[in-house]
């Protein structure tokens, strides 16, 4: 795999090849491979990058591309940055690559160091990006607060459905209670039928509307053969 040459530290020069190792060799010969017009560049931490001028061609009016190659101000090959930073820069310079979204303090990095060093694109592509994200994390919010809605809106009809189905349960418990009550007391086939129509009649006024289920009160007419005085109507 080849081996970018701007990742490579100094080399001492030493006064016969038979004193290098095999690592400084290996640097020799890729020095000896790295095209006209590269600089050396020492960074914060004493880190060290050989850079190309073709690769900051698109930015030959920044304050970068003077502090690297103009030999007013790049006499001392120093630059006051970090290394993370100004791999950074000469990563989107040469493929127009932006570092990933998190950590988001790298890109607030990346977009200092752009403004200082007057490189526009940067900026406005980390502007595009940053965007993005937010539009992103918006819309992320939003499915997340509606879903959390449907959620809620299907718990509160759940609840309500359980209410219903224990109303129901707790009816039909008392109408049988009732049944059961009559049918006791009741001596004869006929009395436990007018009980039974009685609880009837009673859950159809309890069920109906306006006082005491006024306007829901039903007449029942027992059997013909039934005695007088367990008739009614």
Excluded at 12 to 20: F, G, R, T
Excluded at 56 to 79: H, I, K, N, P
Excluded at 202 to 223: H, T
Aim: net charge neutral; glycine share 6%; charged share 30%.
């Amino acid at each position: 795999m080849a081996i970018e040459p701007w990742v490579h530290g100094p080399l001492e020069v030493a006064a016969s090849w038979e004193e290098y190792g095999d690592l400084e060799l290996e640097k020799l010969l890729l020095a000896c491979h790295v095209p006209r017009g590269g600089v050396e560049v020492r960074l914060w931490g004493g880190e060290v990058r050989y850079v190309l001028a073709e690769w900051f061609s698109s930015v030959q009016d920044s304050a970068l591309y003077m502090m690297l190659f103009d030999e007013r101000w790049a006499r001392t090959g120093e630059l006051q940055e970090s290394i993370h930073t100004f791999d950074d820069i000469c990563t989107y310079l040469r493929a127009g690559t932006l570092p990933p979204e998190h950590p988001r303090a790298r890109q607030r990095r990346l977009a200092r160091a752009a403004s200082f060093y007057g490189l526009t694109a940067l900026e406005e592509a980390l502007e595009e990006a940053d965007d993005r994200q937010q539009a992103a994390s918006m819309r992320a919010l939003r499915e997340k607060q509606a879903a959390a809605a449907a959620l809620r809106r299907i718990r509160r009809r759940e609840k309500q459905l359980q209410k219903q189905s224990h109303d129901i349960e707790a009816r039909a418990h008392s109408f049988m209670e009732d049944v059961a009550s009559w049918s006791v007391r009741g001596g004869t086939k006929a009395q436990d039928l007018r009980n039974v129509l009685s609880c009837v009649q009673r859950l159809c006024r309890e069920d109906g509307v306006g006082p005491r289920s006024g306007y829901n009160k039903q007449q029942v007419y027992s059997a013909p053969n039934m005695a007088k005085r367990y008739r009614h109507g």
